[in-house]
């Protein structure tokens, strides 16, 4: 059953801000500001988001179980309980790795439609369920390769791309009653004018004249050309730039334009990190005119040896477990988006916004019938608000008094509702979102004293409350042994716990009896990648990356028509992400015998690249054949490898990594097939030497004939 802090009567408040805002002595003179709408006001509120994506962020979120999940979504979407969020932004699949994983395209071949694959329909959904008016918005990192023709660039046929993306925007609304409010064009690389135009023509022709274009995530760069093209002006409706550092351009402002750090914040989600998203939520539109921030990550809920561990607004990385961590970032949220919505208004700068005298930032919103208004004040240190990107100008706060004074409007509020945030950073903990003692407004005016680090709101709002939930339950590492044989999971799916790097890999049934549902990596071409193009060799890890001493067992087949050259499997995997391509481990590869009648081959590589050979020999391997791998690396440095069964060969264990991921994969894009995916626990070196020697004795007994070649 949830809980939640709701609004008592003041009378009944906790009084901590009776001693907080008392005068402070502080050898500064109190500055006065004015909370004013007779001079007009400012720019649109558009809202506060979470980007679900780029990629792969929400992954581990999918198979957490109930009732935890569902109290994962409260504290993201729910109104008046945590983040309460305006905007849920998702990555619209490219088949292709975009920062902590690859997303399934609703394409994967231009004769291809589905709109089941992923897990971003599901999110947007629960979104939905729990507040109606969230806005949707959907953005491209990659694209699947059909859609460049083999120019791996999705602007060499302007068309296809803008209808492929039609397409994913008509099938949200067709199959899950999604309809999206905002499009991208290509996630932080270059844009196209010429598709950006017939863009908005088709969305215009298939009925979408509400979806409006962000462009383009990247930089402020794309303003030159609104500003001299008058049609591509009117196609664009939304600037969406990323990581500006709270700043934008003169030449941005003159475009008149909604102006959007369509993603910010990337930032490890500790103290500093809620510092700098209280920071920049503020100082986006203090210093940069911009009406909307989108945080990558909404949460993180992937492994955290990925890229960018713990950057989102809060963290769900153990489903096994069912433990997950409301970060301090998501009441910082709650300060701004329990108390405003979309459709608001910022006062103007000087009139309720600006940058505090002594350090910090205030910003004012109205309604639209302005009967609310709502404050929100922060007084974020330097060195406590530091976000991953860009570098922050050195500047100073100091304890302060700042004196309001509200005229206009507002000039008759006698009272205005107070949450309290202090972030701590000196082994005490936190106060994270306290509703305190209503602030009275005497003739006009109050005086607040203001600490480092705080974050204040003021608001005519009576509503707001800190949600809260049971204890989930403690962390724990990842179970062993494993076991997955893919049959409870519907087609088009992908499984539980696994995190595809390169490649796609979903459930599909094999048509074998022995096989009935199996994970196939389904990716026939190399995509149009948003990271580099060396990722070629498709790569799906599990597990945790402290594993070291491992036993790894997969069923694996490889079909002859479309099929991929080989398969692995492999321990010790220490890489994902963007630059998976560099993975070292331990992995296990088979290539099944060739057209002209040769044996097939085995190596066992210590990188995905195939660069350093360990060992190699041949086997008996065919095309159209279940095989079954198996591969053991086990204290001391030996690893052991066998295939249906029979013992190939042992050999030394690279020294380095001496830890990673469980994985599998292939050798090239196309078809494969994983089944019986079986991972156990090494025990002490001493306990198998018996076993191996009798396992190498039978080796030698059943190959008296035929000897192994082993290729060193």
């Known amino acids: 059953m949830a809980k939640s802090v709701t609004s008592f009567p003041s009378a009944l408040l906790p009084c901590v801000l009776c001693l907080l805002f008392q005068p402070i002595s502080t050898g500064y003179q109190p500055a006065a500001y004015i909370v004013d709408d007779i001079g007009g006001l400012g720019r649109r509120f558009d809202g506060i988001g979470g980007l679900s994506g780029g990629g792969a962020t929400s992954r581990l979120l999918v198979n957490y ?43 994967h071949e231009m004769w291809d439609e589905n ?9 947007m959904k629960e979104a939905k369920k729990r507040n109606p008016n969230i806005k949707l918005y ?26 492929y993306v039609v397409k994913w925007l008509l099938g949200a609304k067709k199959y899950h009653n999604l309809t999206i409010d905002y499009v991208g064009i290509w996630n932080e690389r270059a844009y196209n004018v010429k598709y950006i135009k017939i863009l908005r023509m088709l969305l215009d022709q298939h009925g979408l004249n509400h979806t409006r274009i962000v462009a383009a995530d990247g930089n402020w760069g794309i303003t030159t050309d609104i500003l001299k093209d008058k049609d591509f002006a009117a196609a664009v409706d ?22 959007w750090s369509s993603e910010d914040y990337s930032t490890f989600n500790d103290n500093v990190g809620a510092g700098c998203w209280a920071r920049i939520l503020n100082q986006n539109y203090v210093n940069g005119n911009m009406t909307s921030t989108i945080s990558w ?25 069912g433990f997950y961590v409301v970060e301090n970032p998501i009441w910082v949220t709650a300060h701004t988006s329990q108390f405003t919505q979309i459709g608001w208004s910022y006062l103007r700068h000087g009139s309720g916004v600006g940058k505090l005298s002594y350090g910090g930032s205030y910003v004012s919103l109205t309604s639209p019938d302005k009967k609310d208004l709502t404050m929100i004040i922060e007084t974020m240190s330097h060195d406590h608000s530091i976000c991953i990107r860009p570098p922050l100008p050195q500047y100073k706060v100091v304890p302060q008094n700042a004196t309001f004074t509200l005229k206009g409007t507002f000039a ?31 003739g006009g005016s109050f005086t607040l004293p203001l600490d480092v680090d705080v974050i204040i709101t003021l608001t005519t709002i009576t509503g707001g409350n800190k949600g809260s939930y049971a204890i989930p339950p403690p962390p724990k590492p990842f179970p062993l042994p494993y076991t997955e044989d893919f049959e409870s999971y519907p087609e088009n799916s992908e499984a539980n716990n696994f995190a595809q790097q390169i490649g796609v890999f979903e459930i599909h049934p094999s048509n074998h009896l022995s096989h009935k549902q199996v994970m196939q990596q389904v990716v026939q071409e190399q995509p149009c990648d948003w990271c580099s193009q060396k990722l070629i060799n498709p790569l799906n890890v599990i597990g945790n990356h402290n594993w070291s001493d491992i036993q790894v067992q997969v069923d694996v087949f490889i079909p002859s028509v479309n099929g991929t050259t080989g398969a692995f499997i492999a321990a010790r995997v220490d890489k994902g992400g963007c630059t998976s391509f560099l993975a070292n481990g331990v992995f296990f590869w088979m290539f099944p015998n060739n057209t002209q009648g040769e044996e097939g081959t085995f190596y066992v590589t210590s990188d995905l690249a195939r660069t350093d050979t360990i060992t190699a020999g041949r086997l008996e391997a065919t095309f159209d054949t279940w095989h079954t791998l198996k591969l053991e690396v086990f204290k001391g ?22 830890n990673g991921f469980v994985a599998l994969g292939s050798d090239t894009f196309g078809y494969s097939m994983f089944d019986n995916v079986l991972i156990n626990p090494m025990d002490d070196r001493l306990r198998f030497r018996s076993k191996l020697q009798k396992m190498e004795t039978l080796h030698r007994h059943d190959n008296e004939d035929r000897p192994m070649v082993v290729i060193n």
Do not use: C
């Open 65 to 107: 179980p109930q009732p935890q999940r569902d109290q994962i979504l409260d504290f993201l979407f729910k109104p008046n309980f945590g983040a309460s969020l305006h905007i849920l932004k998702v990555e619209i699949g490219g088949d292709s790795q975009s920062t902590d994983g690859t997303e399934s395209s609703h394409m």
């Open 115 to 123: 709109y089941q694959r992923g897990y971003e329909w599901w999110l």
């Open 138 to 163: 959907g953005l491209p990192w990659a694209f699947p390769g059909w859609v460049g023709q083999g120019s791996m660039s999705p602007y060499a046929h302007p068309e296809l791309t803008a209808s």
């Open 238 to 259: 939304i600037i969406g730039v990323h990581y500006p550092g709270t700043l934008s351009t003169a030449e941005a402002v003159n475009t008149n334009k909604p102006l």
């Open 297 to 321: 990550n909404l949460i993180a809920s992937y492994y955290e040896a990925l890229p960018y561990p713990r950057n989102g607004l809060m963290t769900a990385d153990q489903p096994w477990a």
């Open 412 to 442: 008759t509020i006698t009272s205005l509702n107070a949450w309290y945030t202090k972030l701590n950073f000196t082994g005490t903990s936190s106060e994270p979102f306290k509703q305190v003692t209503p602030i009275k407004v005497i």
């Open 637 to 658: 440095g030996v690893l052991v490898v066998y295939m249906d069964g029979n013992f190939l060969t042992k050999a030394s264990a690279p020294a380095s990594p001496k």
